[in-house]
């Protein structure tokens, strides 16, 4: 049963166009999503070239470079295990639950992270845009927890199937989300 299977009266079959519209807004809305985040990453470089020192050295320590690997890979898994779910079969809500738990994880460790950090949003321009990038992805980490808890219930209740229109939707924003990161990572953290 598809998701768009709700929407339309009993016995009515839905129109094929209504999942390529729900596919198509989702795109849009991810290309509006990367336009925001490409505007975050140009202010970085930006200071980053305008800086003497980036980072200052006294502020970013790099030994939670491990801890942040560590937490880089738990979310590249989350993308290989919703990708596991999207492909269906018996275990396929088994495999978004485990999605949920390795996002969940990833932002508890992002807290972790924070906490020992050196340095704070009010620490100069490399603080304030450290926690801008790090933090507005936390919060899309956040939302897309949101989204694939509700679609792991709706799947409980029989409501959604992982070919539906939805569940592609809230994958291609998963997914997003863990593209962001892996620039983010390489960007704010590797170099």
Known sequence: MSSLDLAV???TAPDESDGRHVRTGMRLFIVSEAMLFAAFFAAYFYLRGESLHWPPQAAFARPELALVSANTLLLLASSLTLQRAHGGGLA???WLGATIAL????LVVQGIEYSRN???VA?????S???TLTSFHGAHVAIGLLVLAAMLQRARRGFLAPDSAAFAAASYYWHFVDAVWLFLFTTVYAL
């Open 103 to 106: 996002g969940s994880v990833f």
């Open 92 to 94: 396929w809500r088994r």
């Open 118 to 120: 050196a340095f704070t």
């Open 9 to 11: 009266p009993h016995g």
């Open 129 to 131: 845009t450290f926690y």
């Open 123 to 127: 620490d100069g321009v490399f603080g």
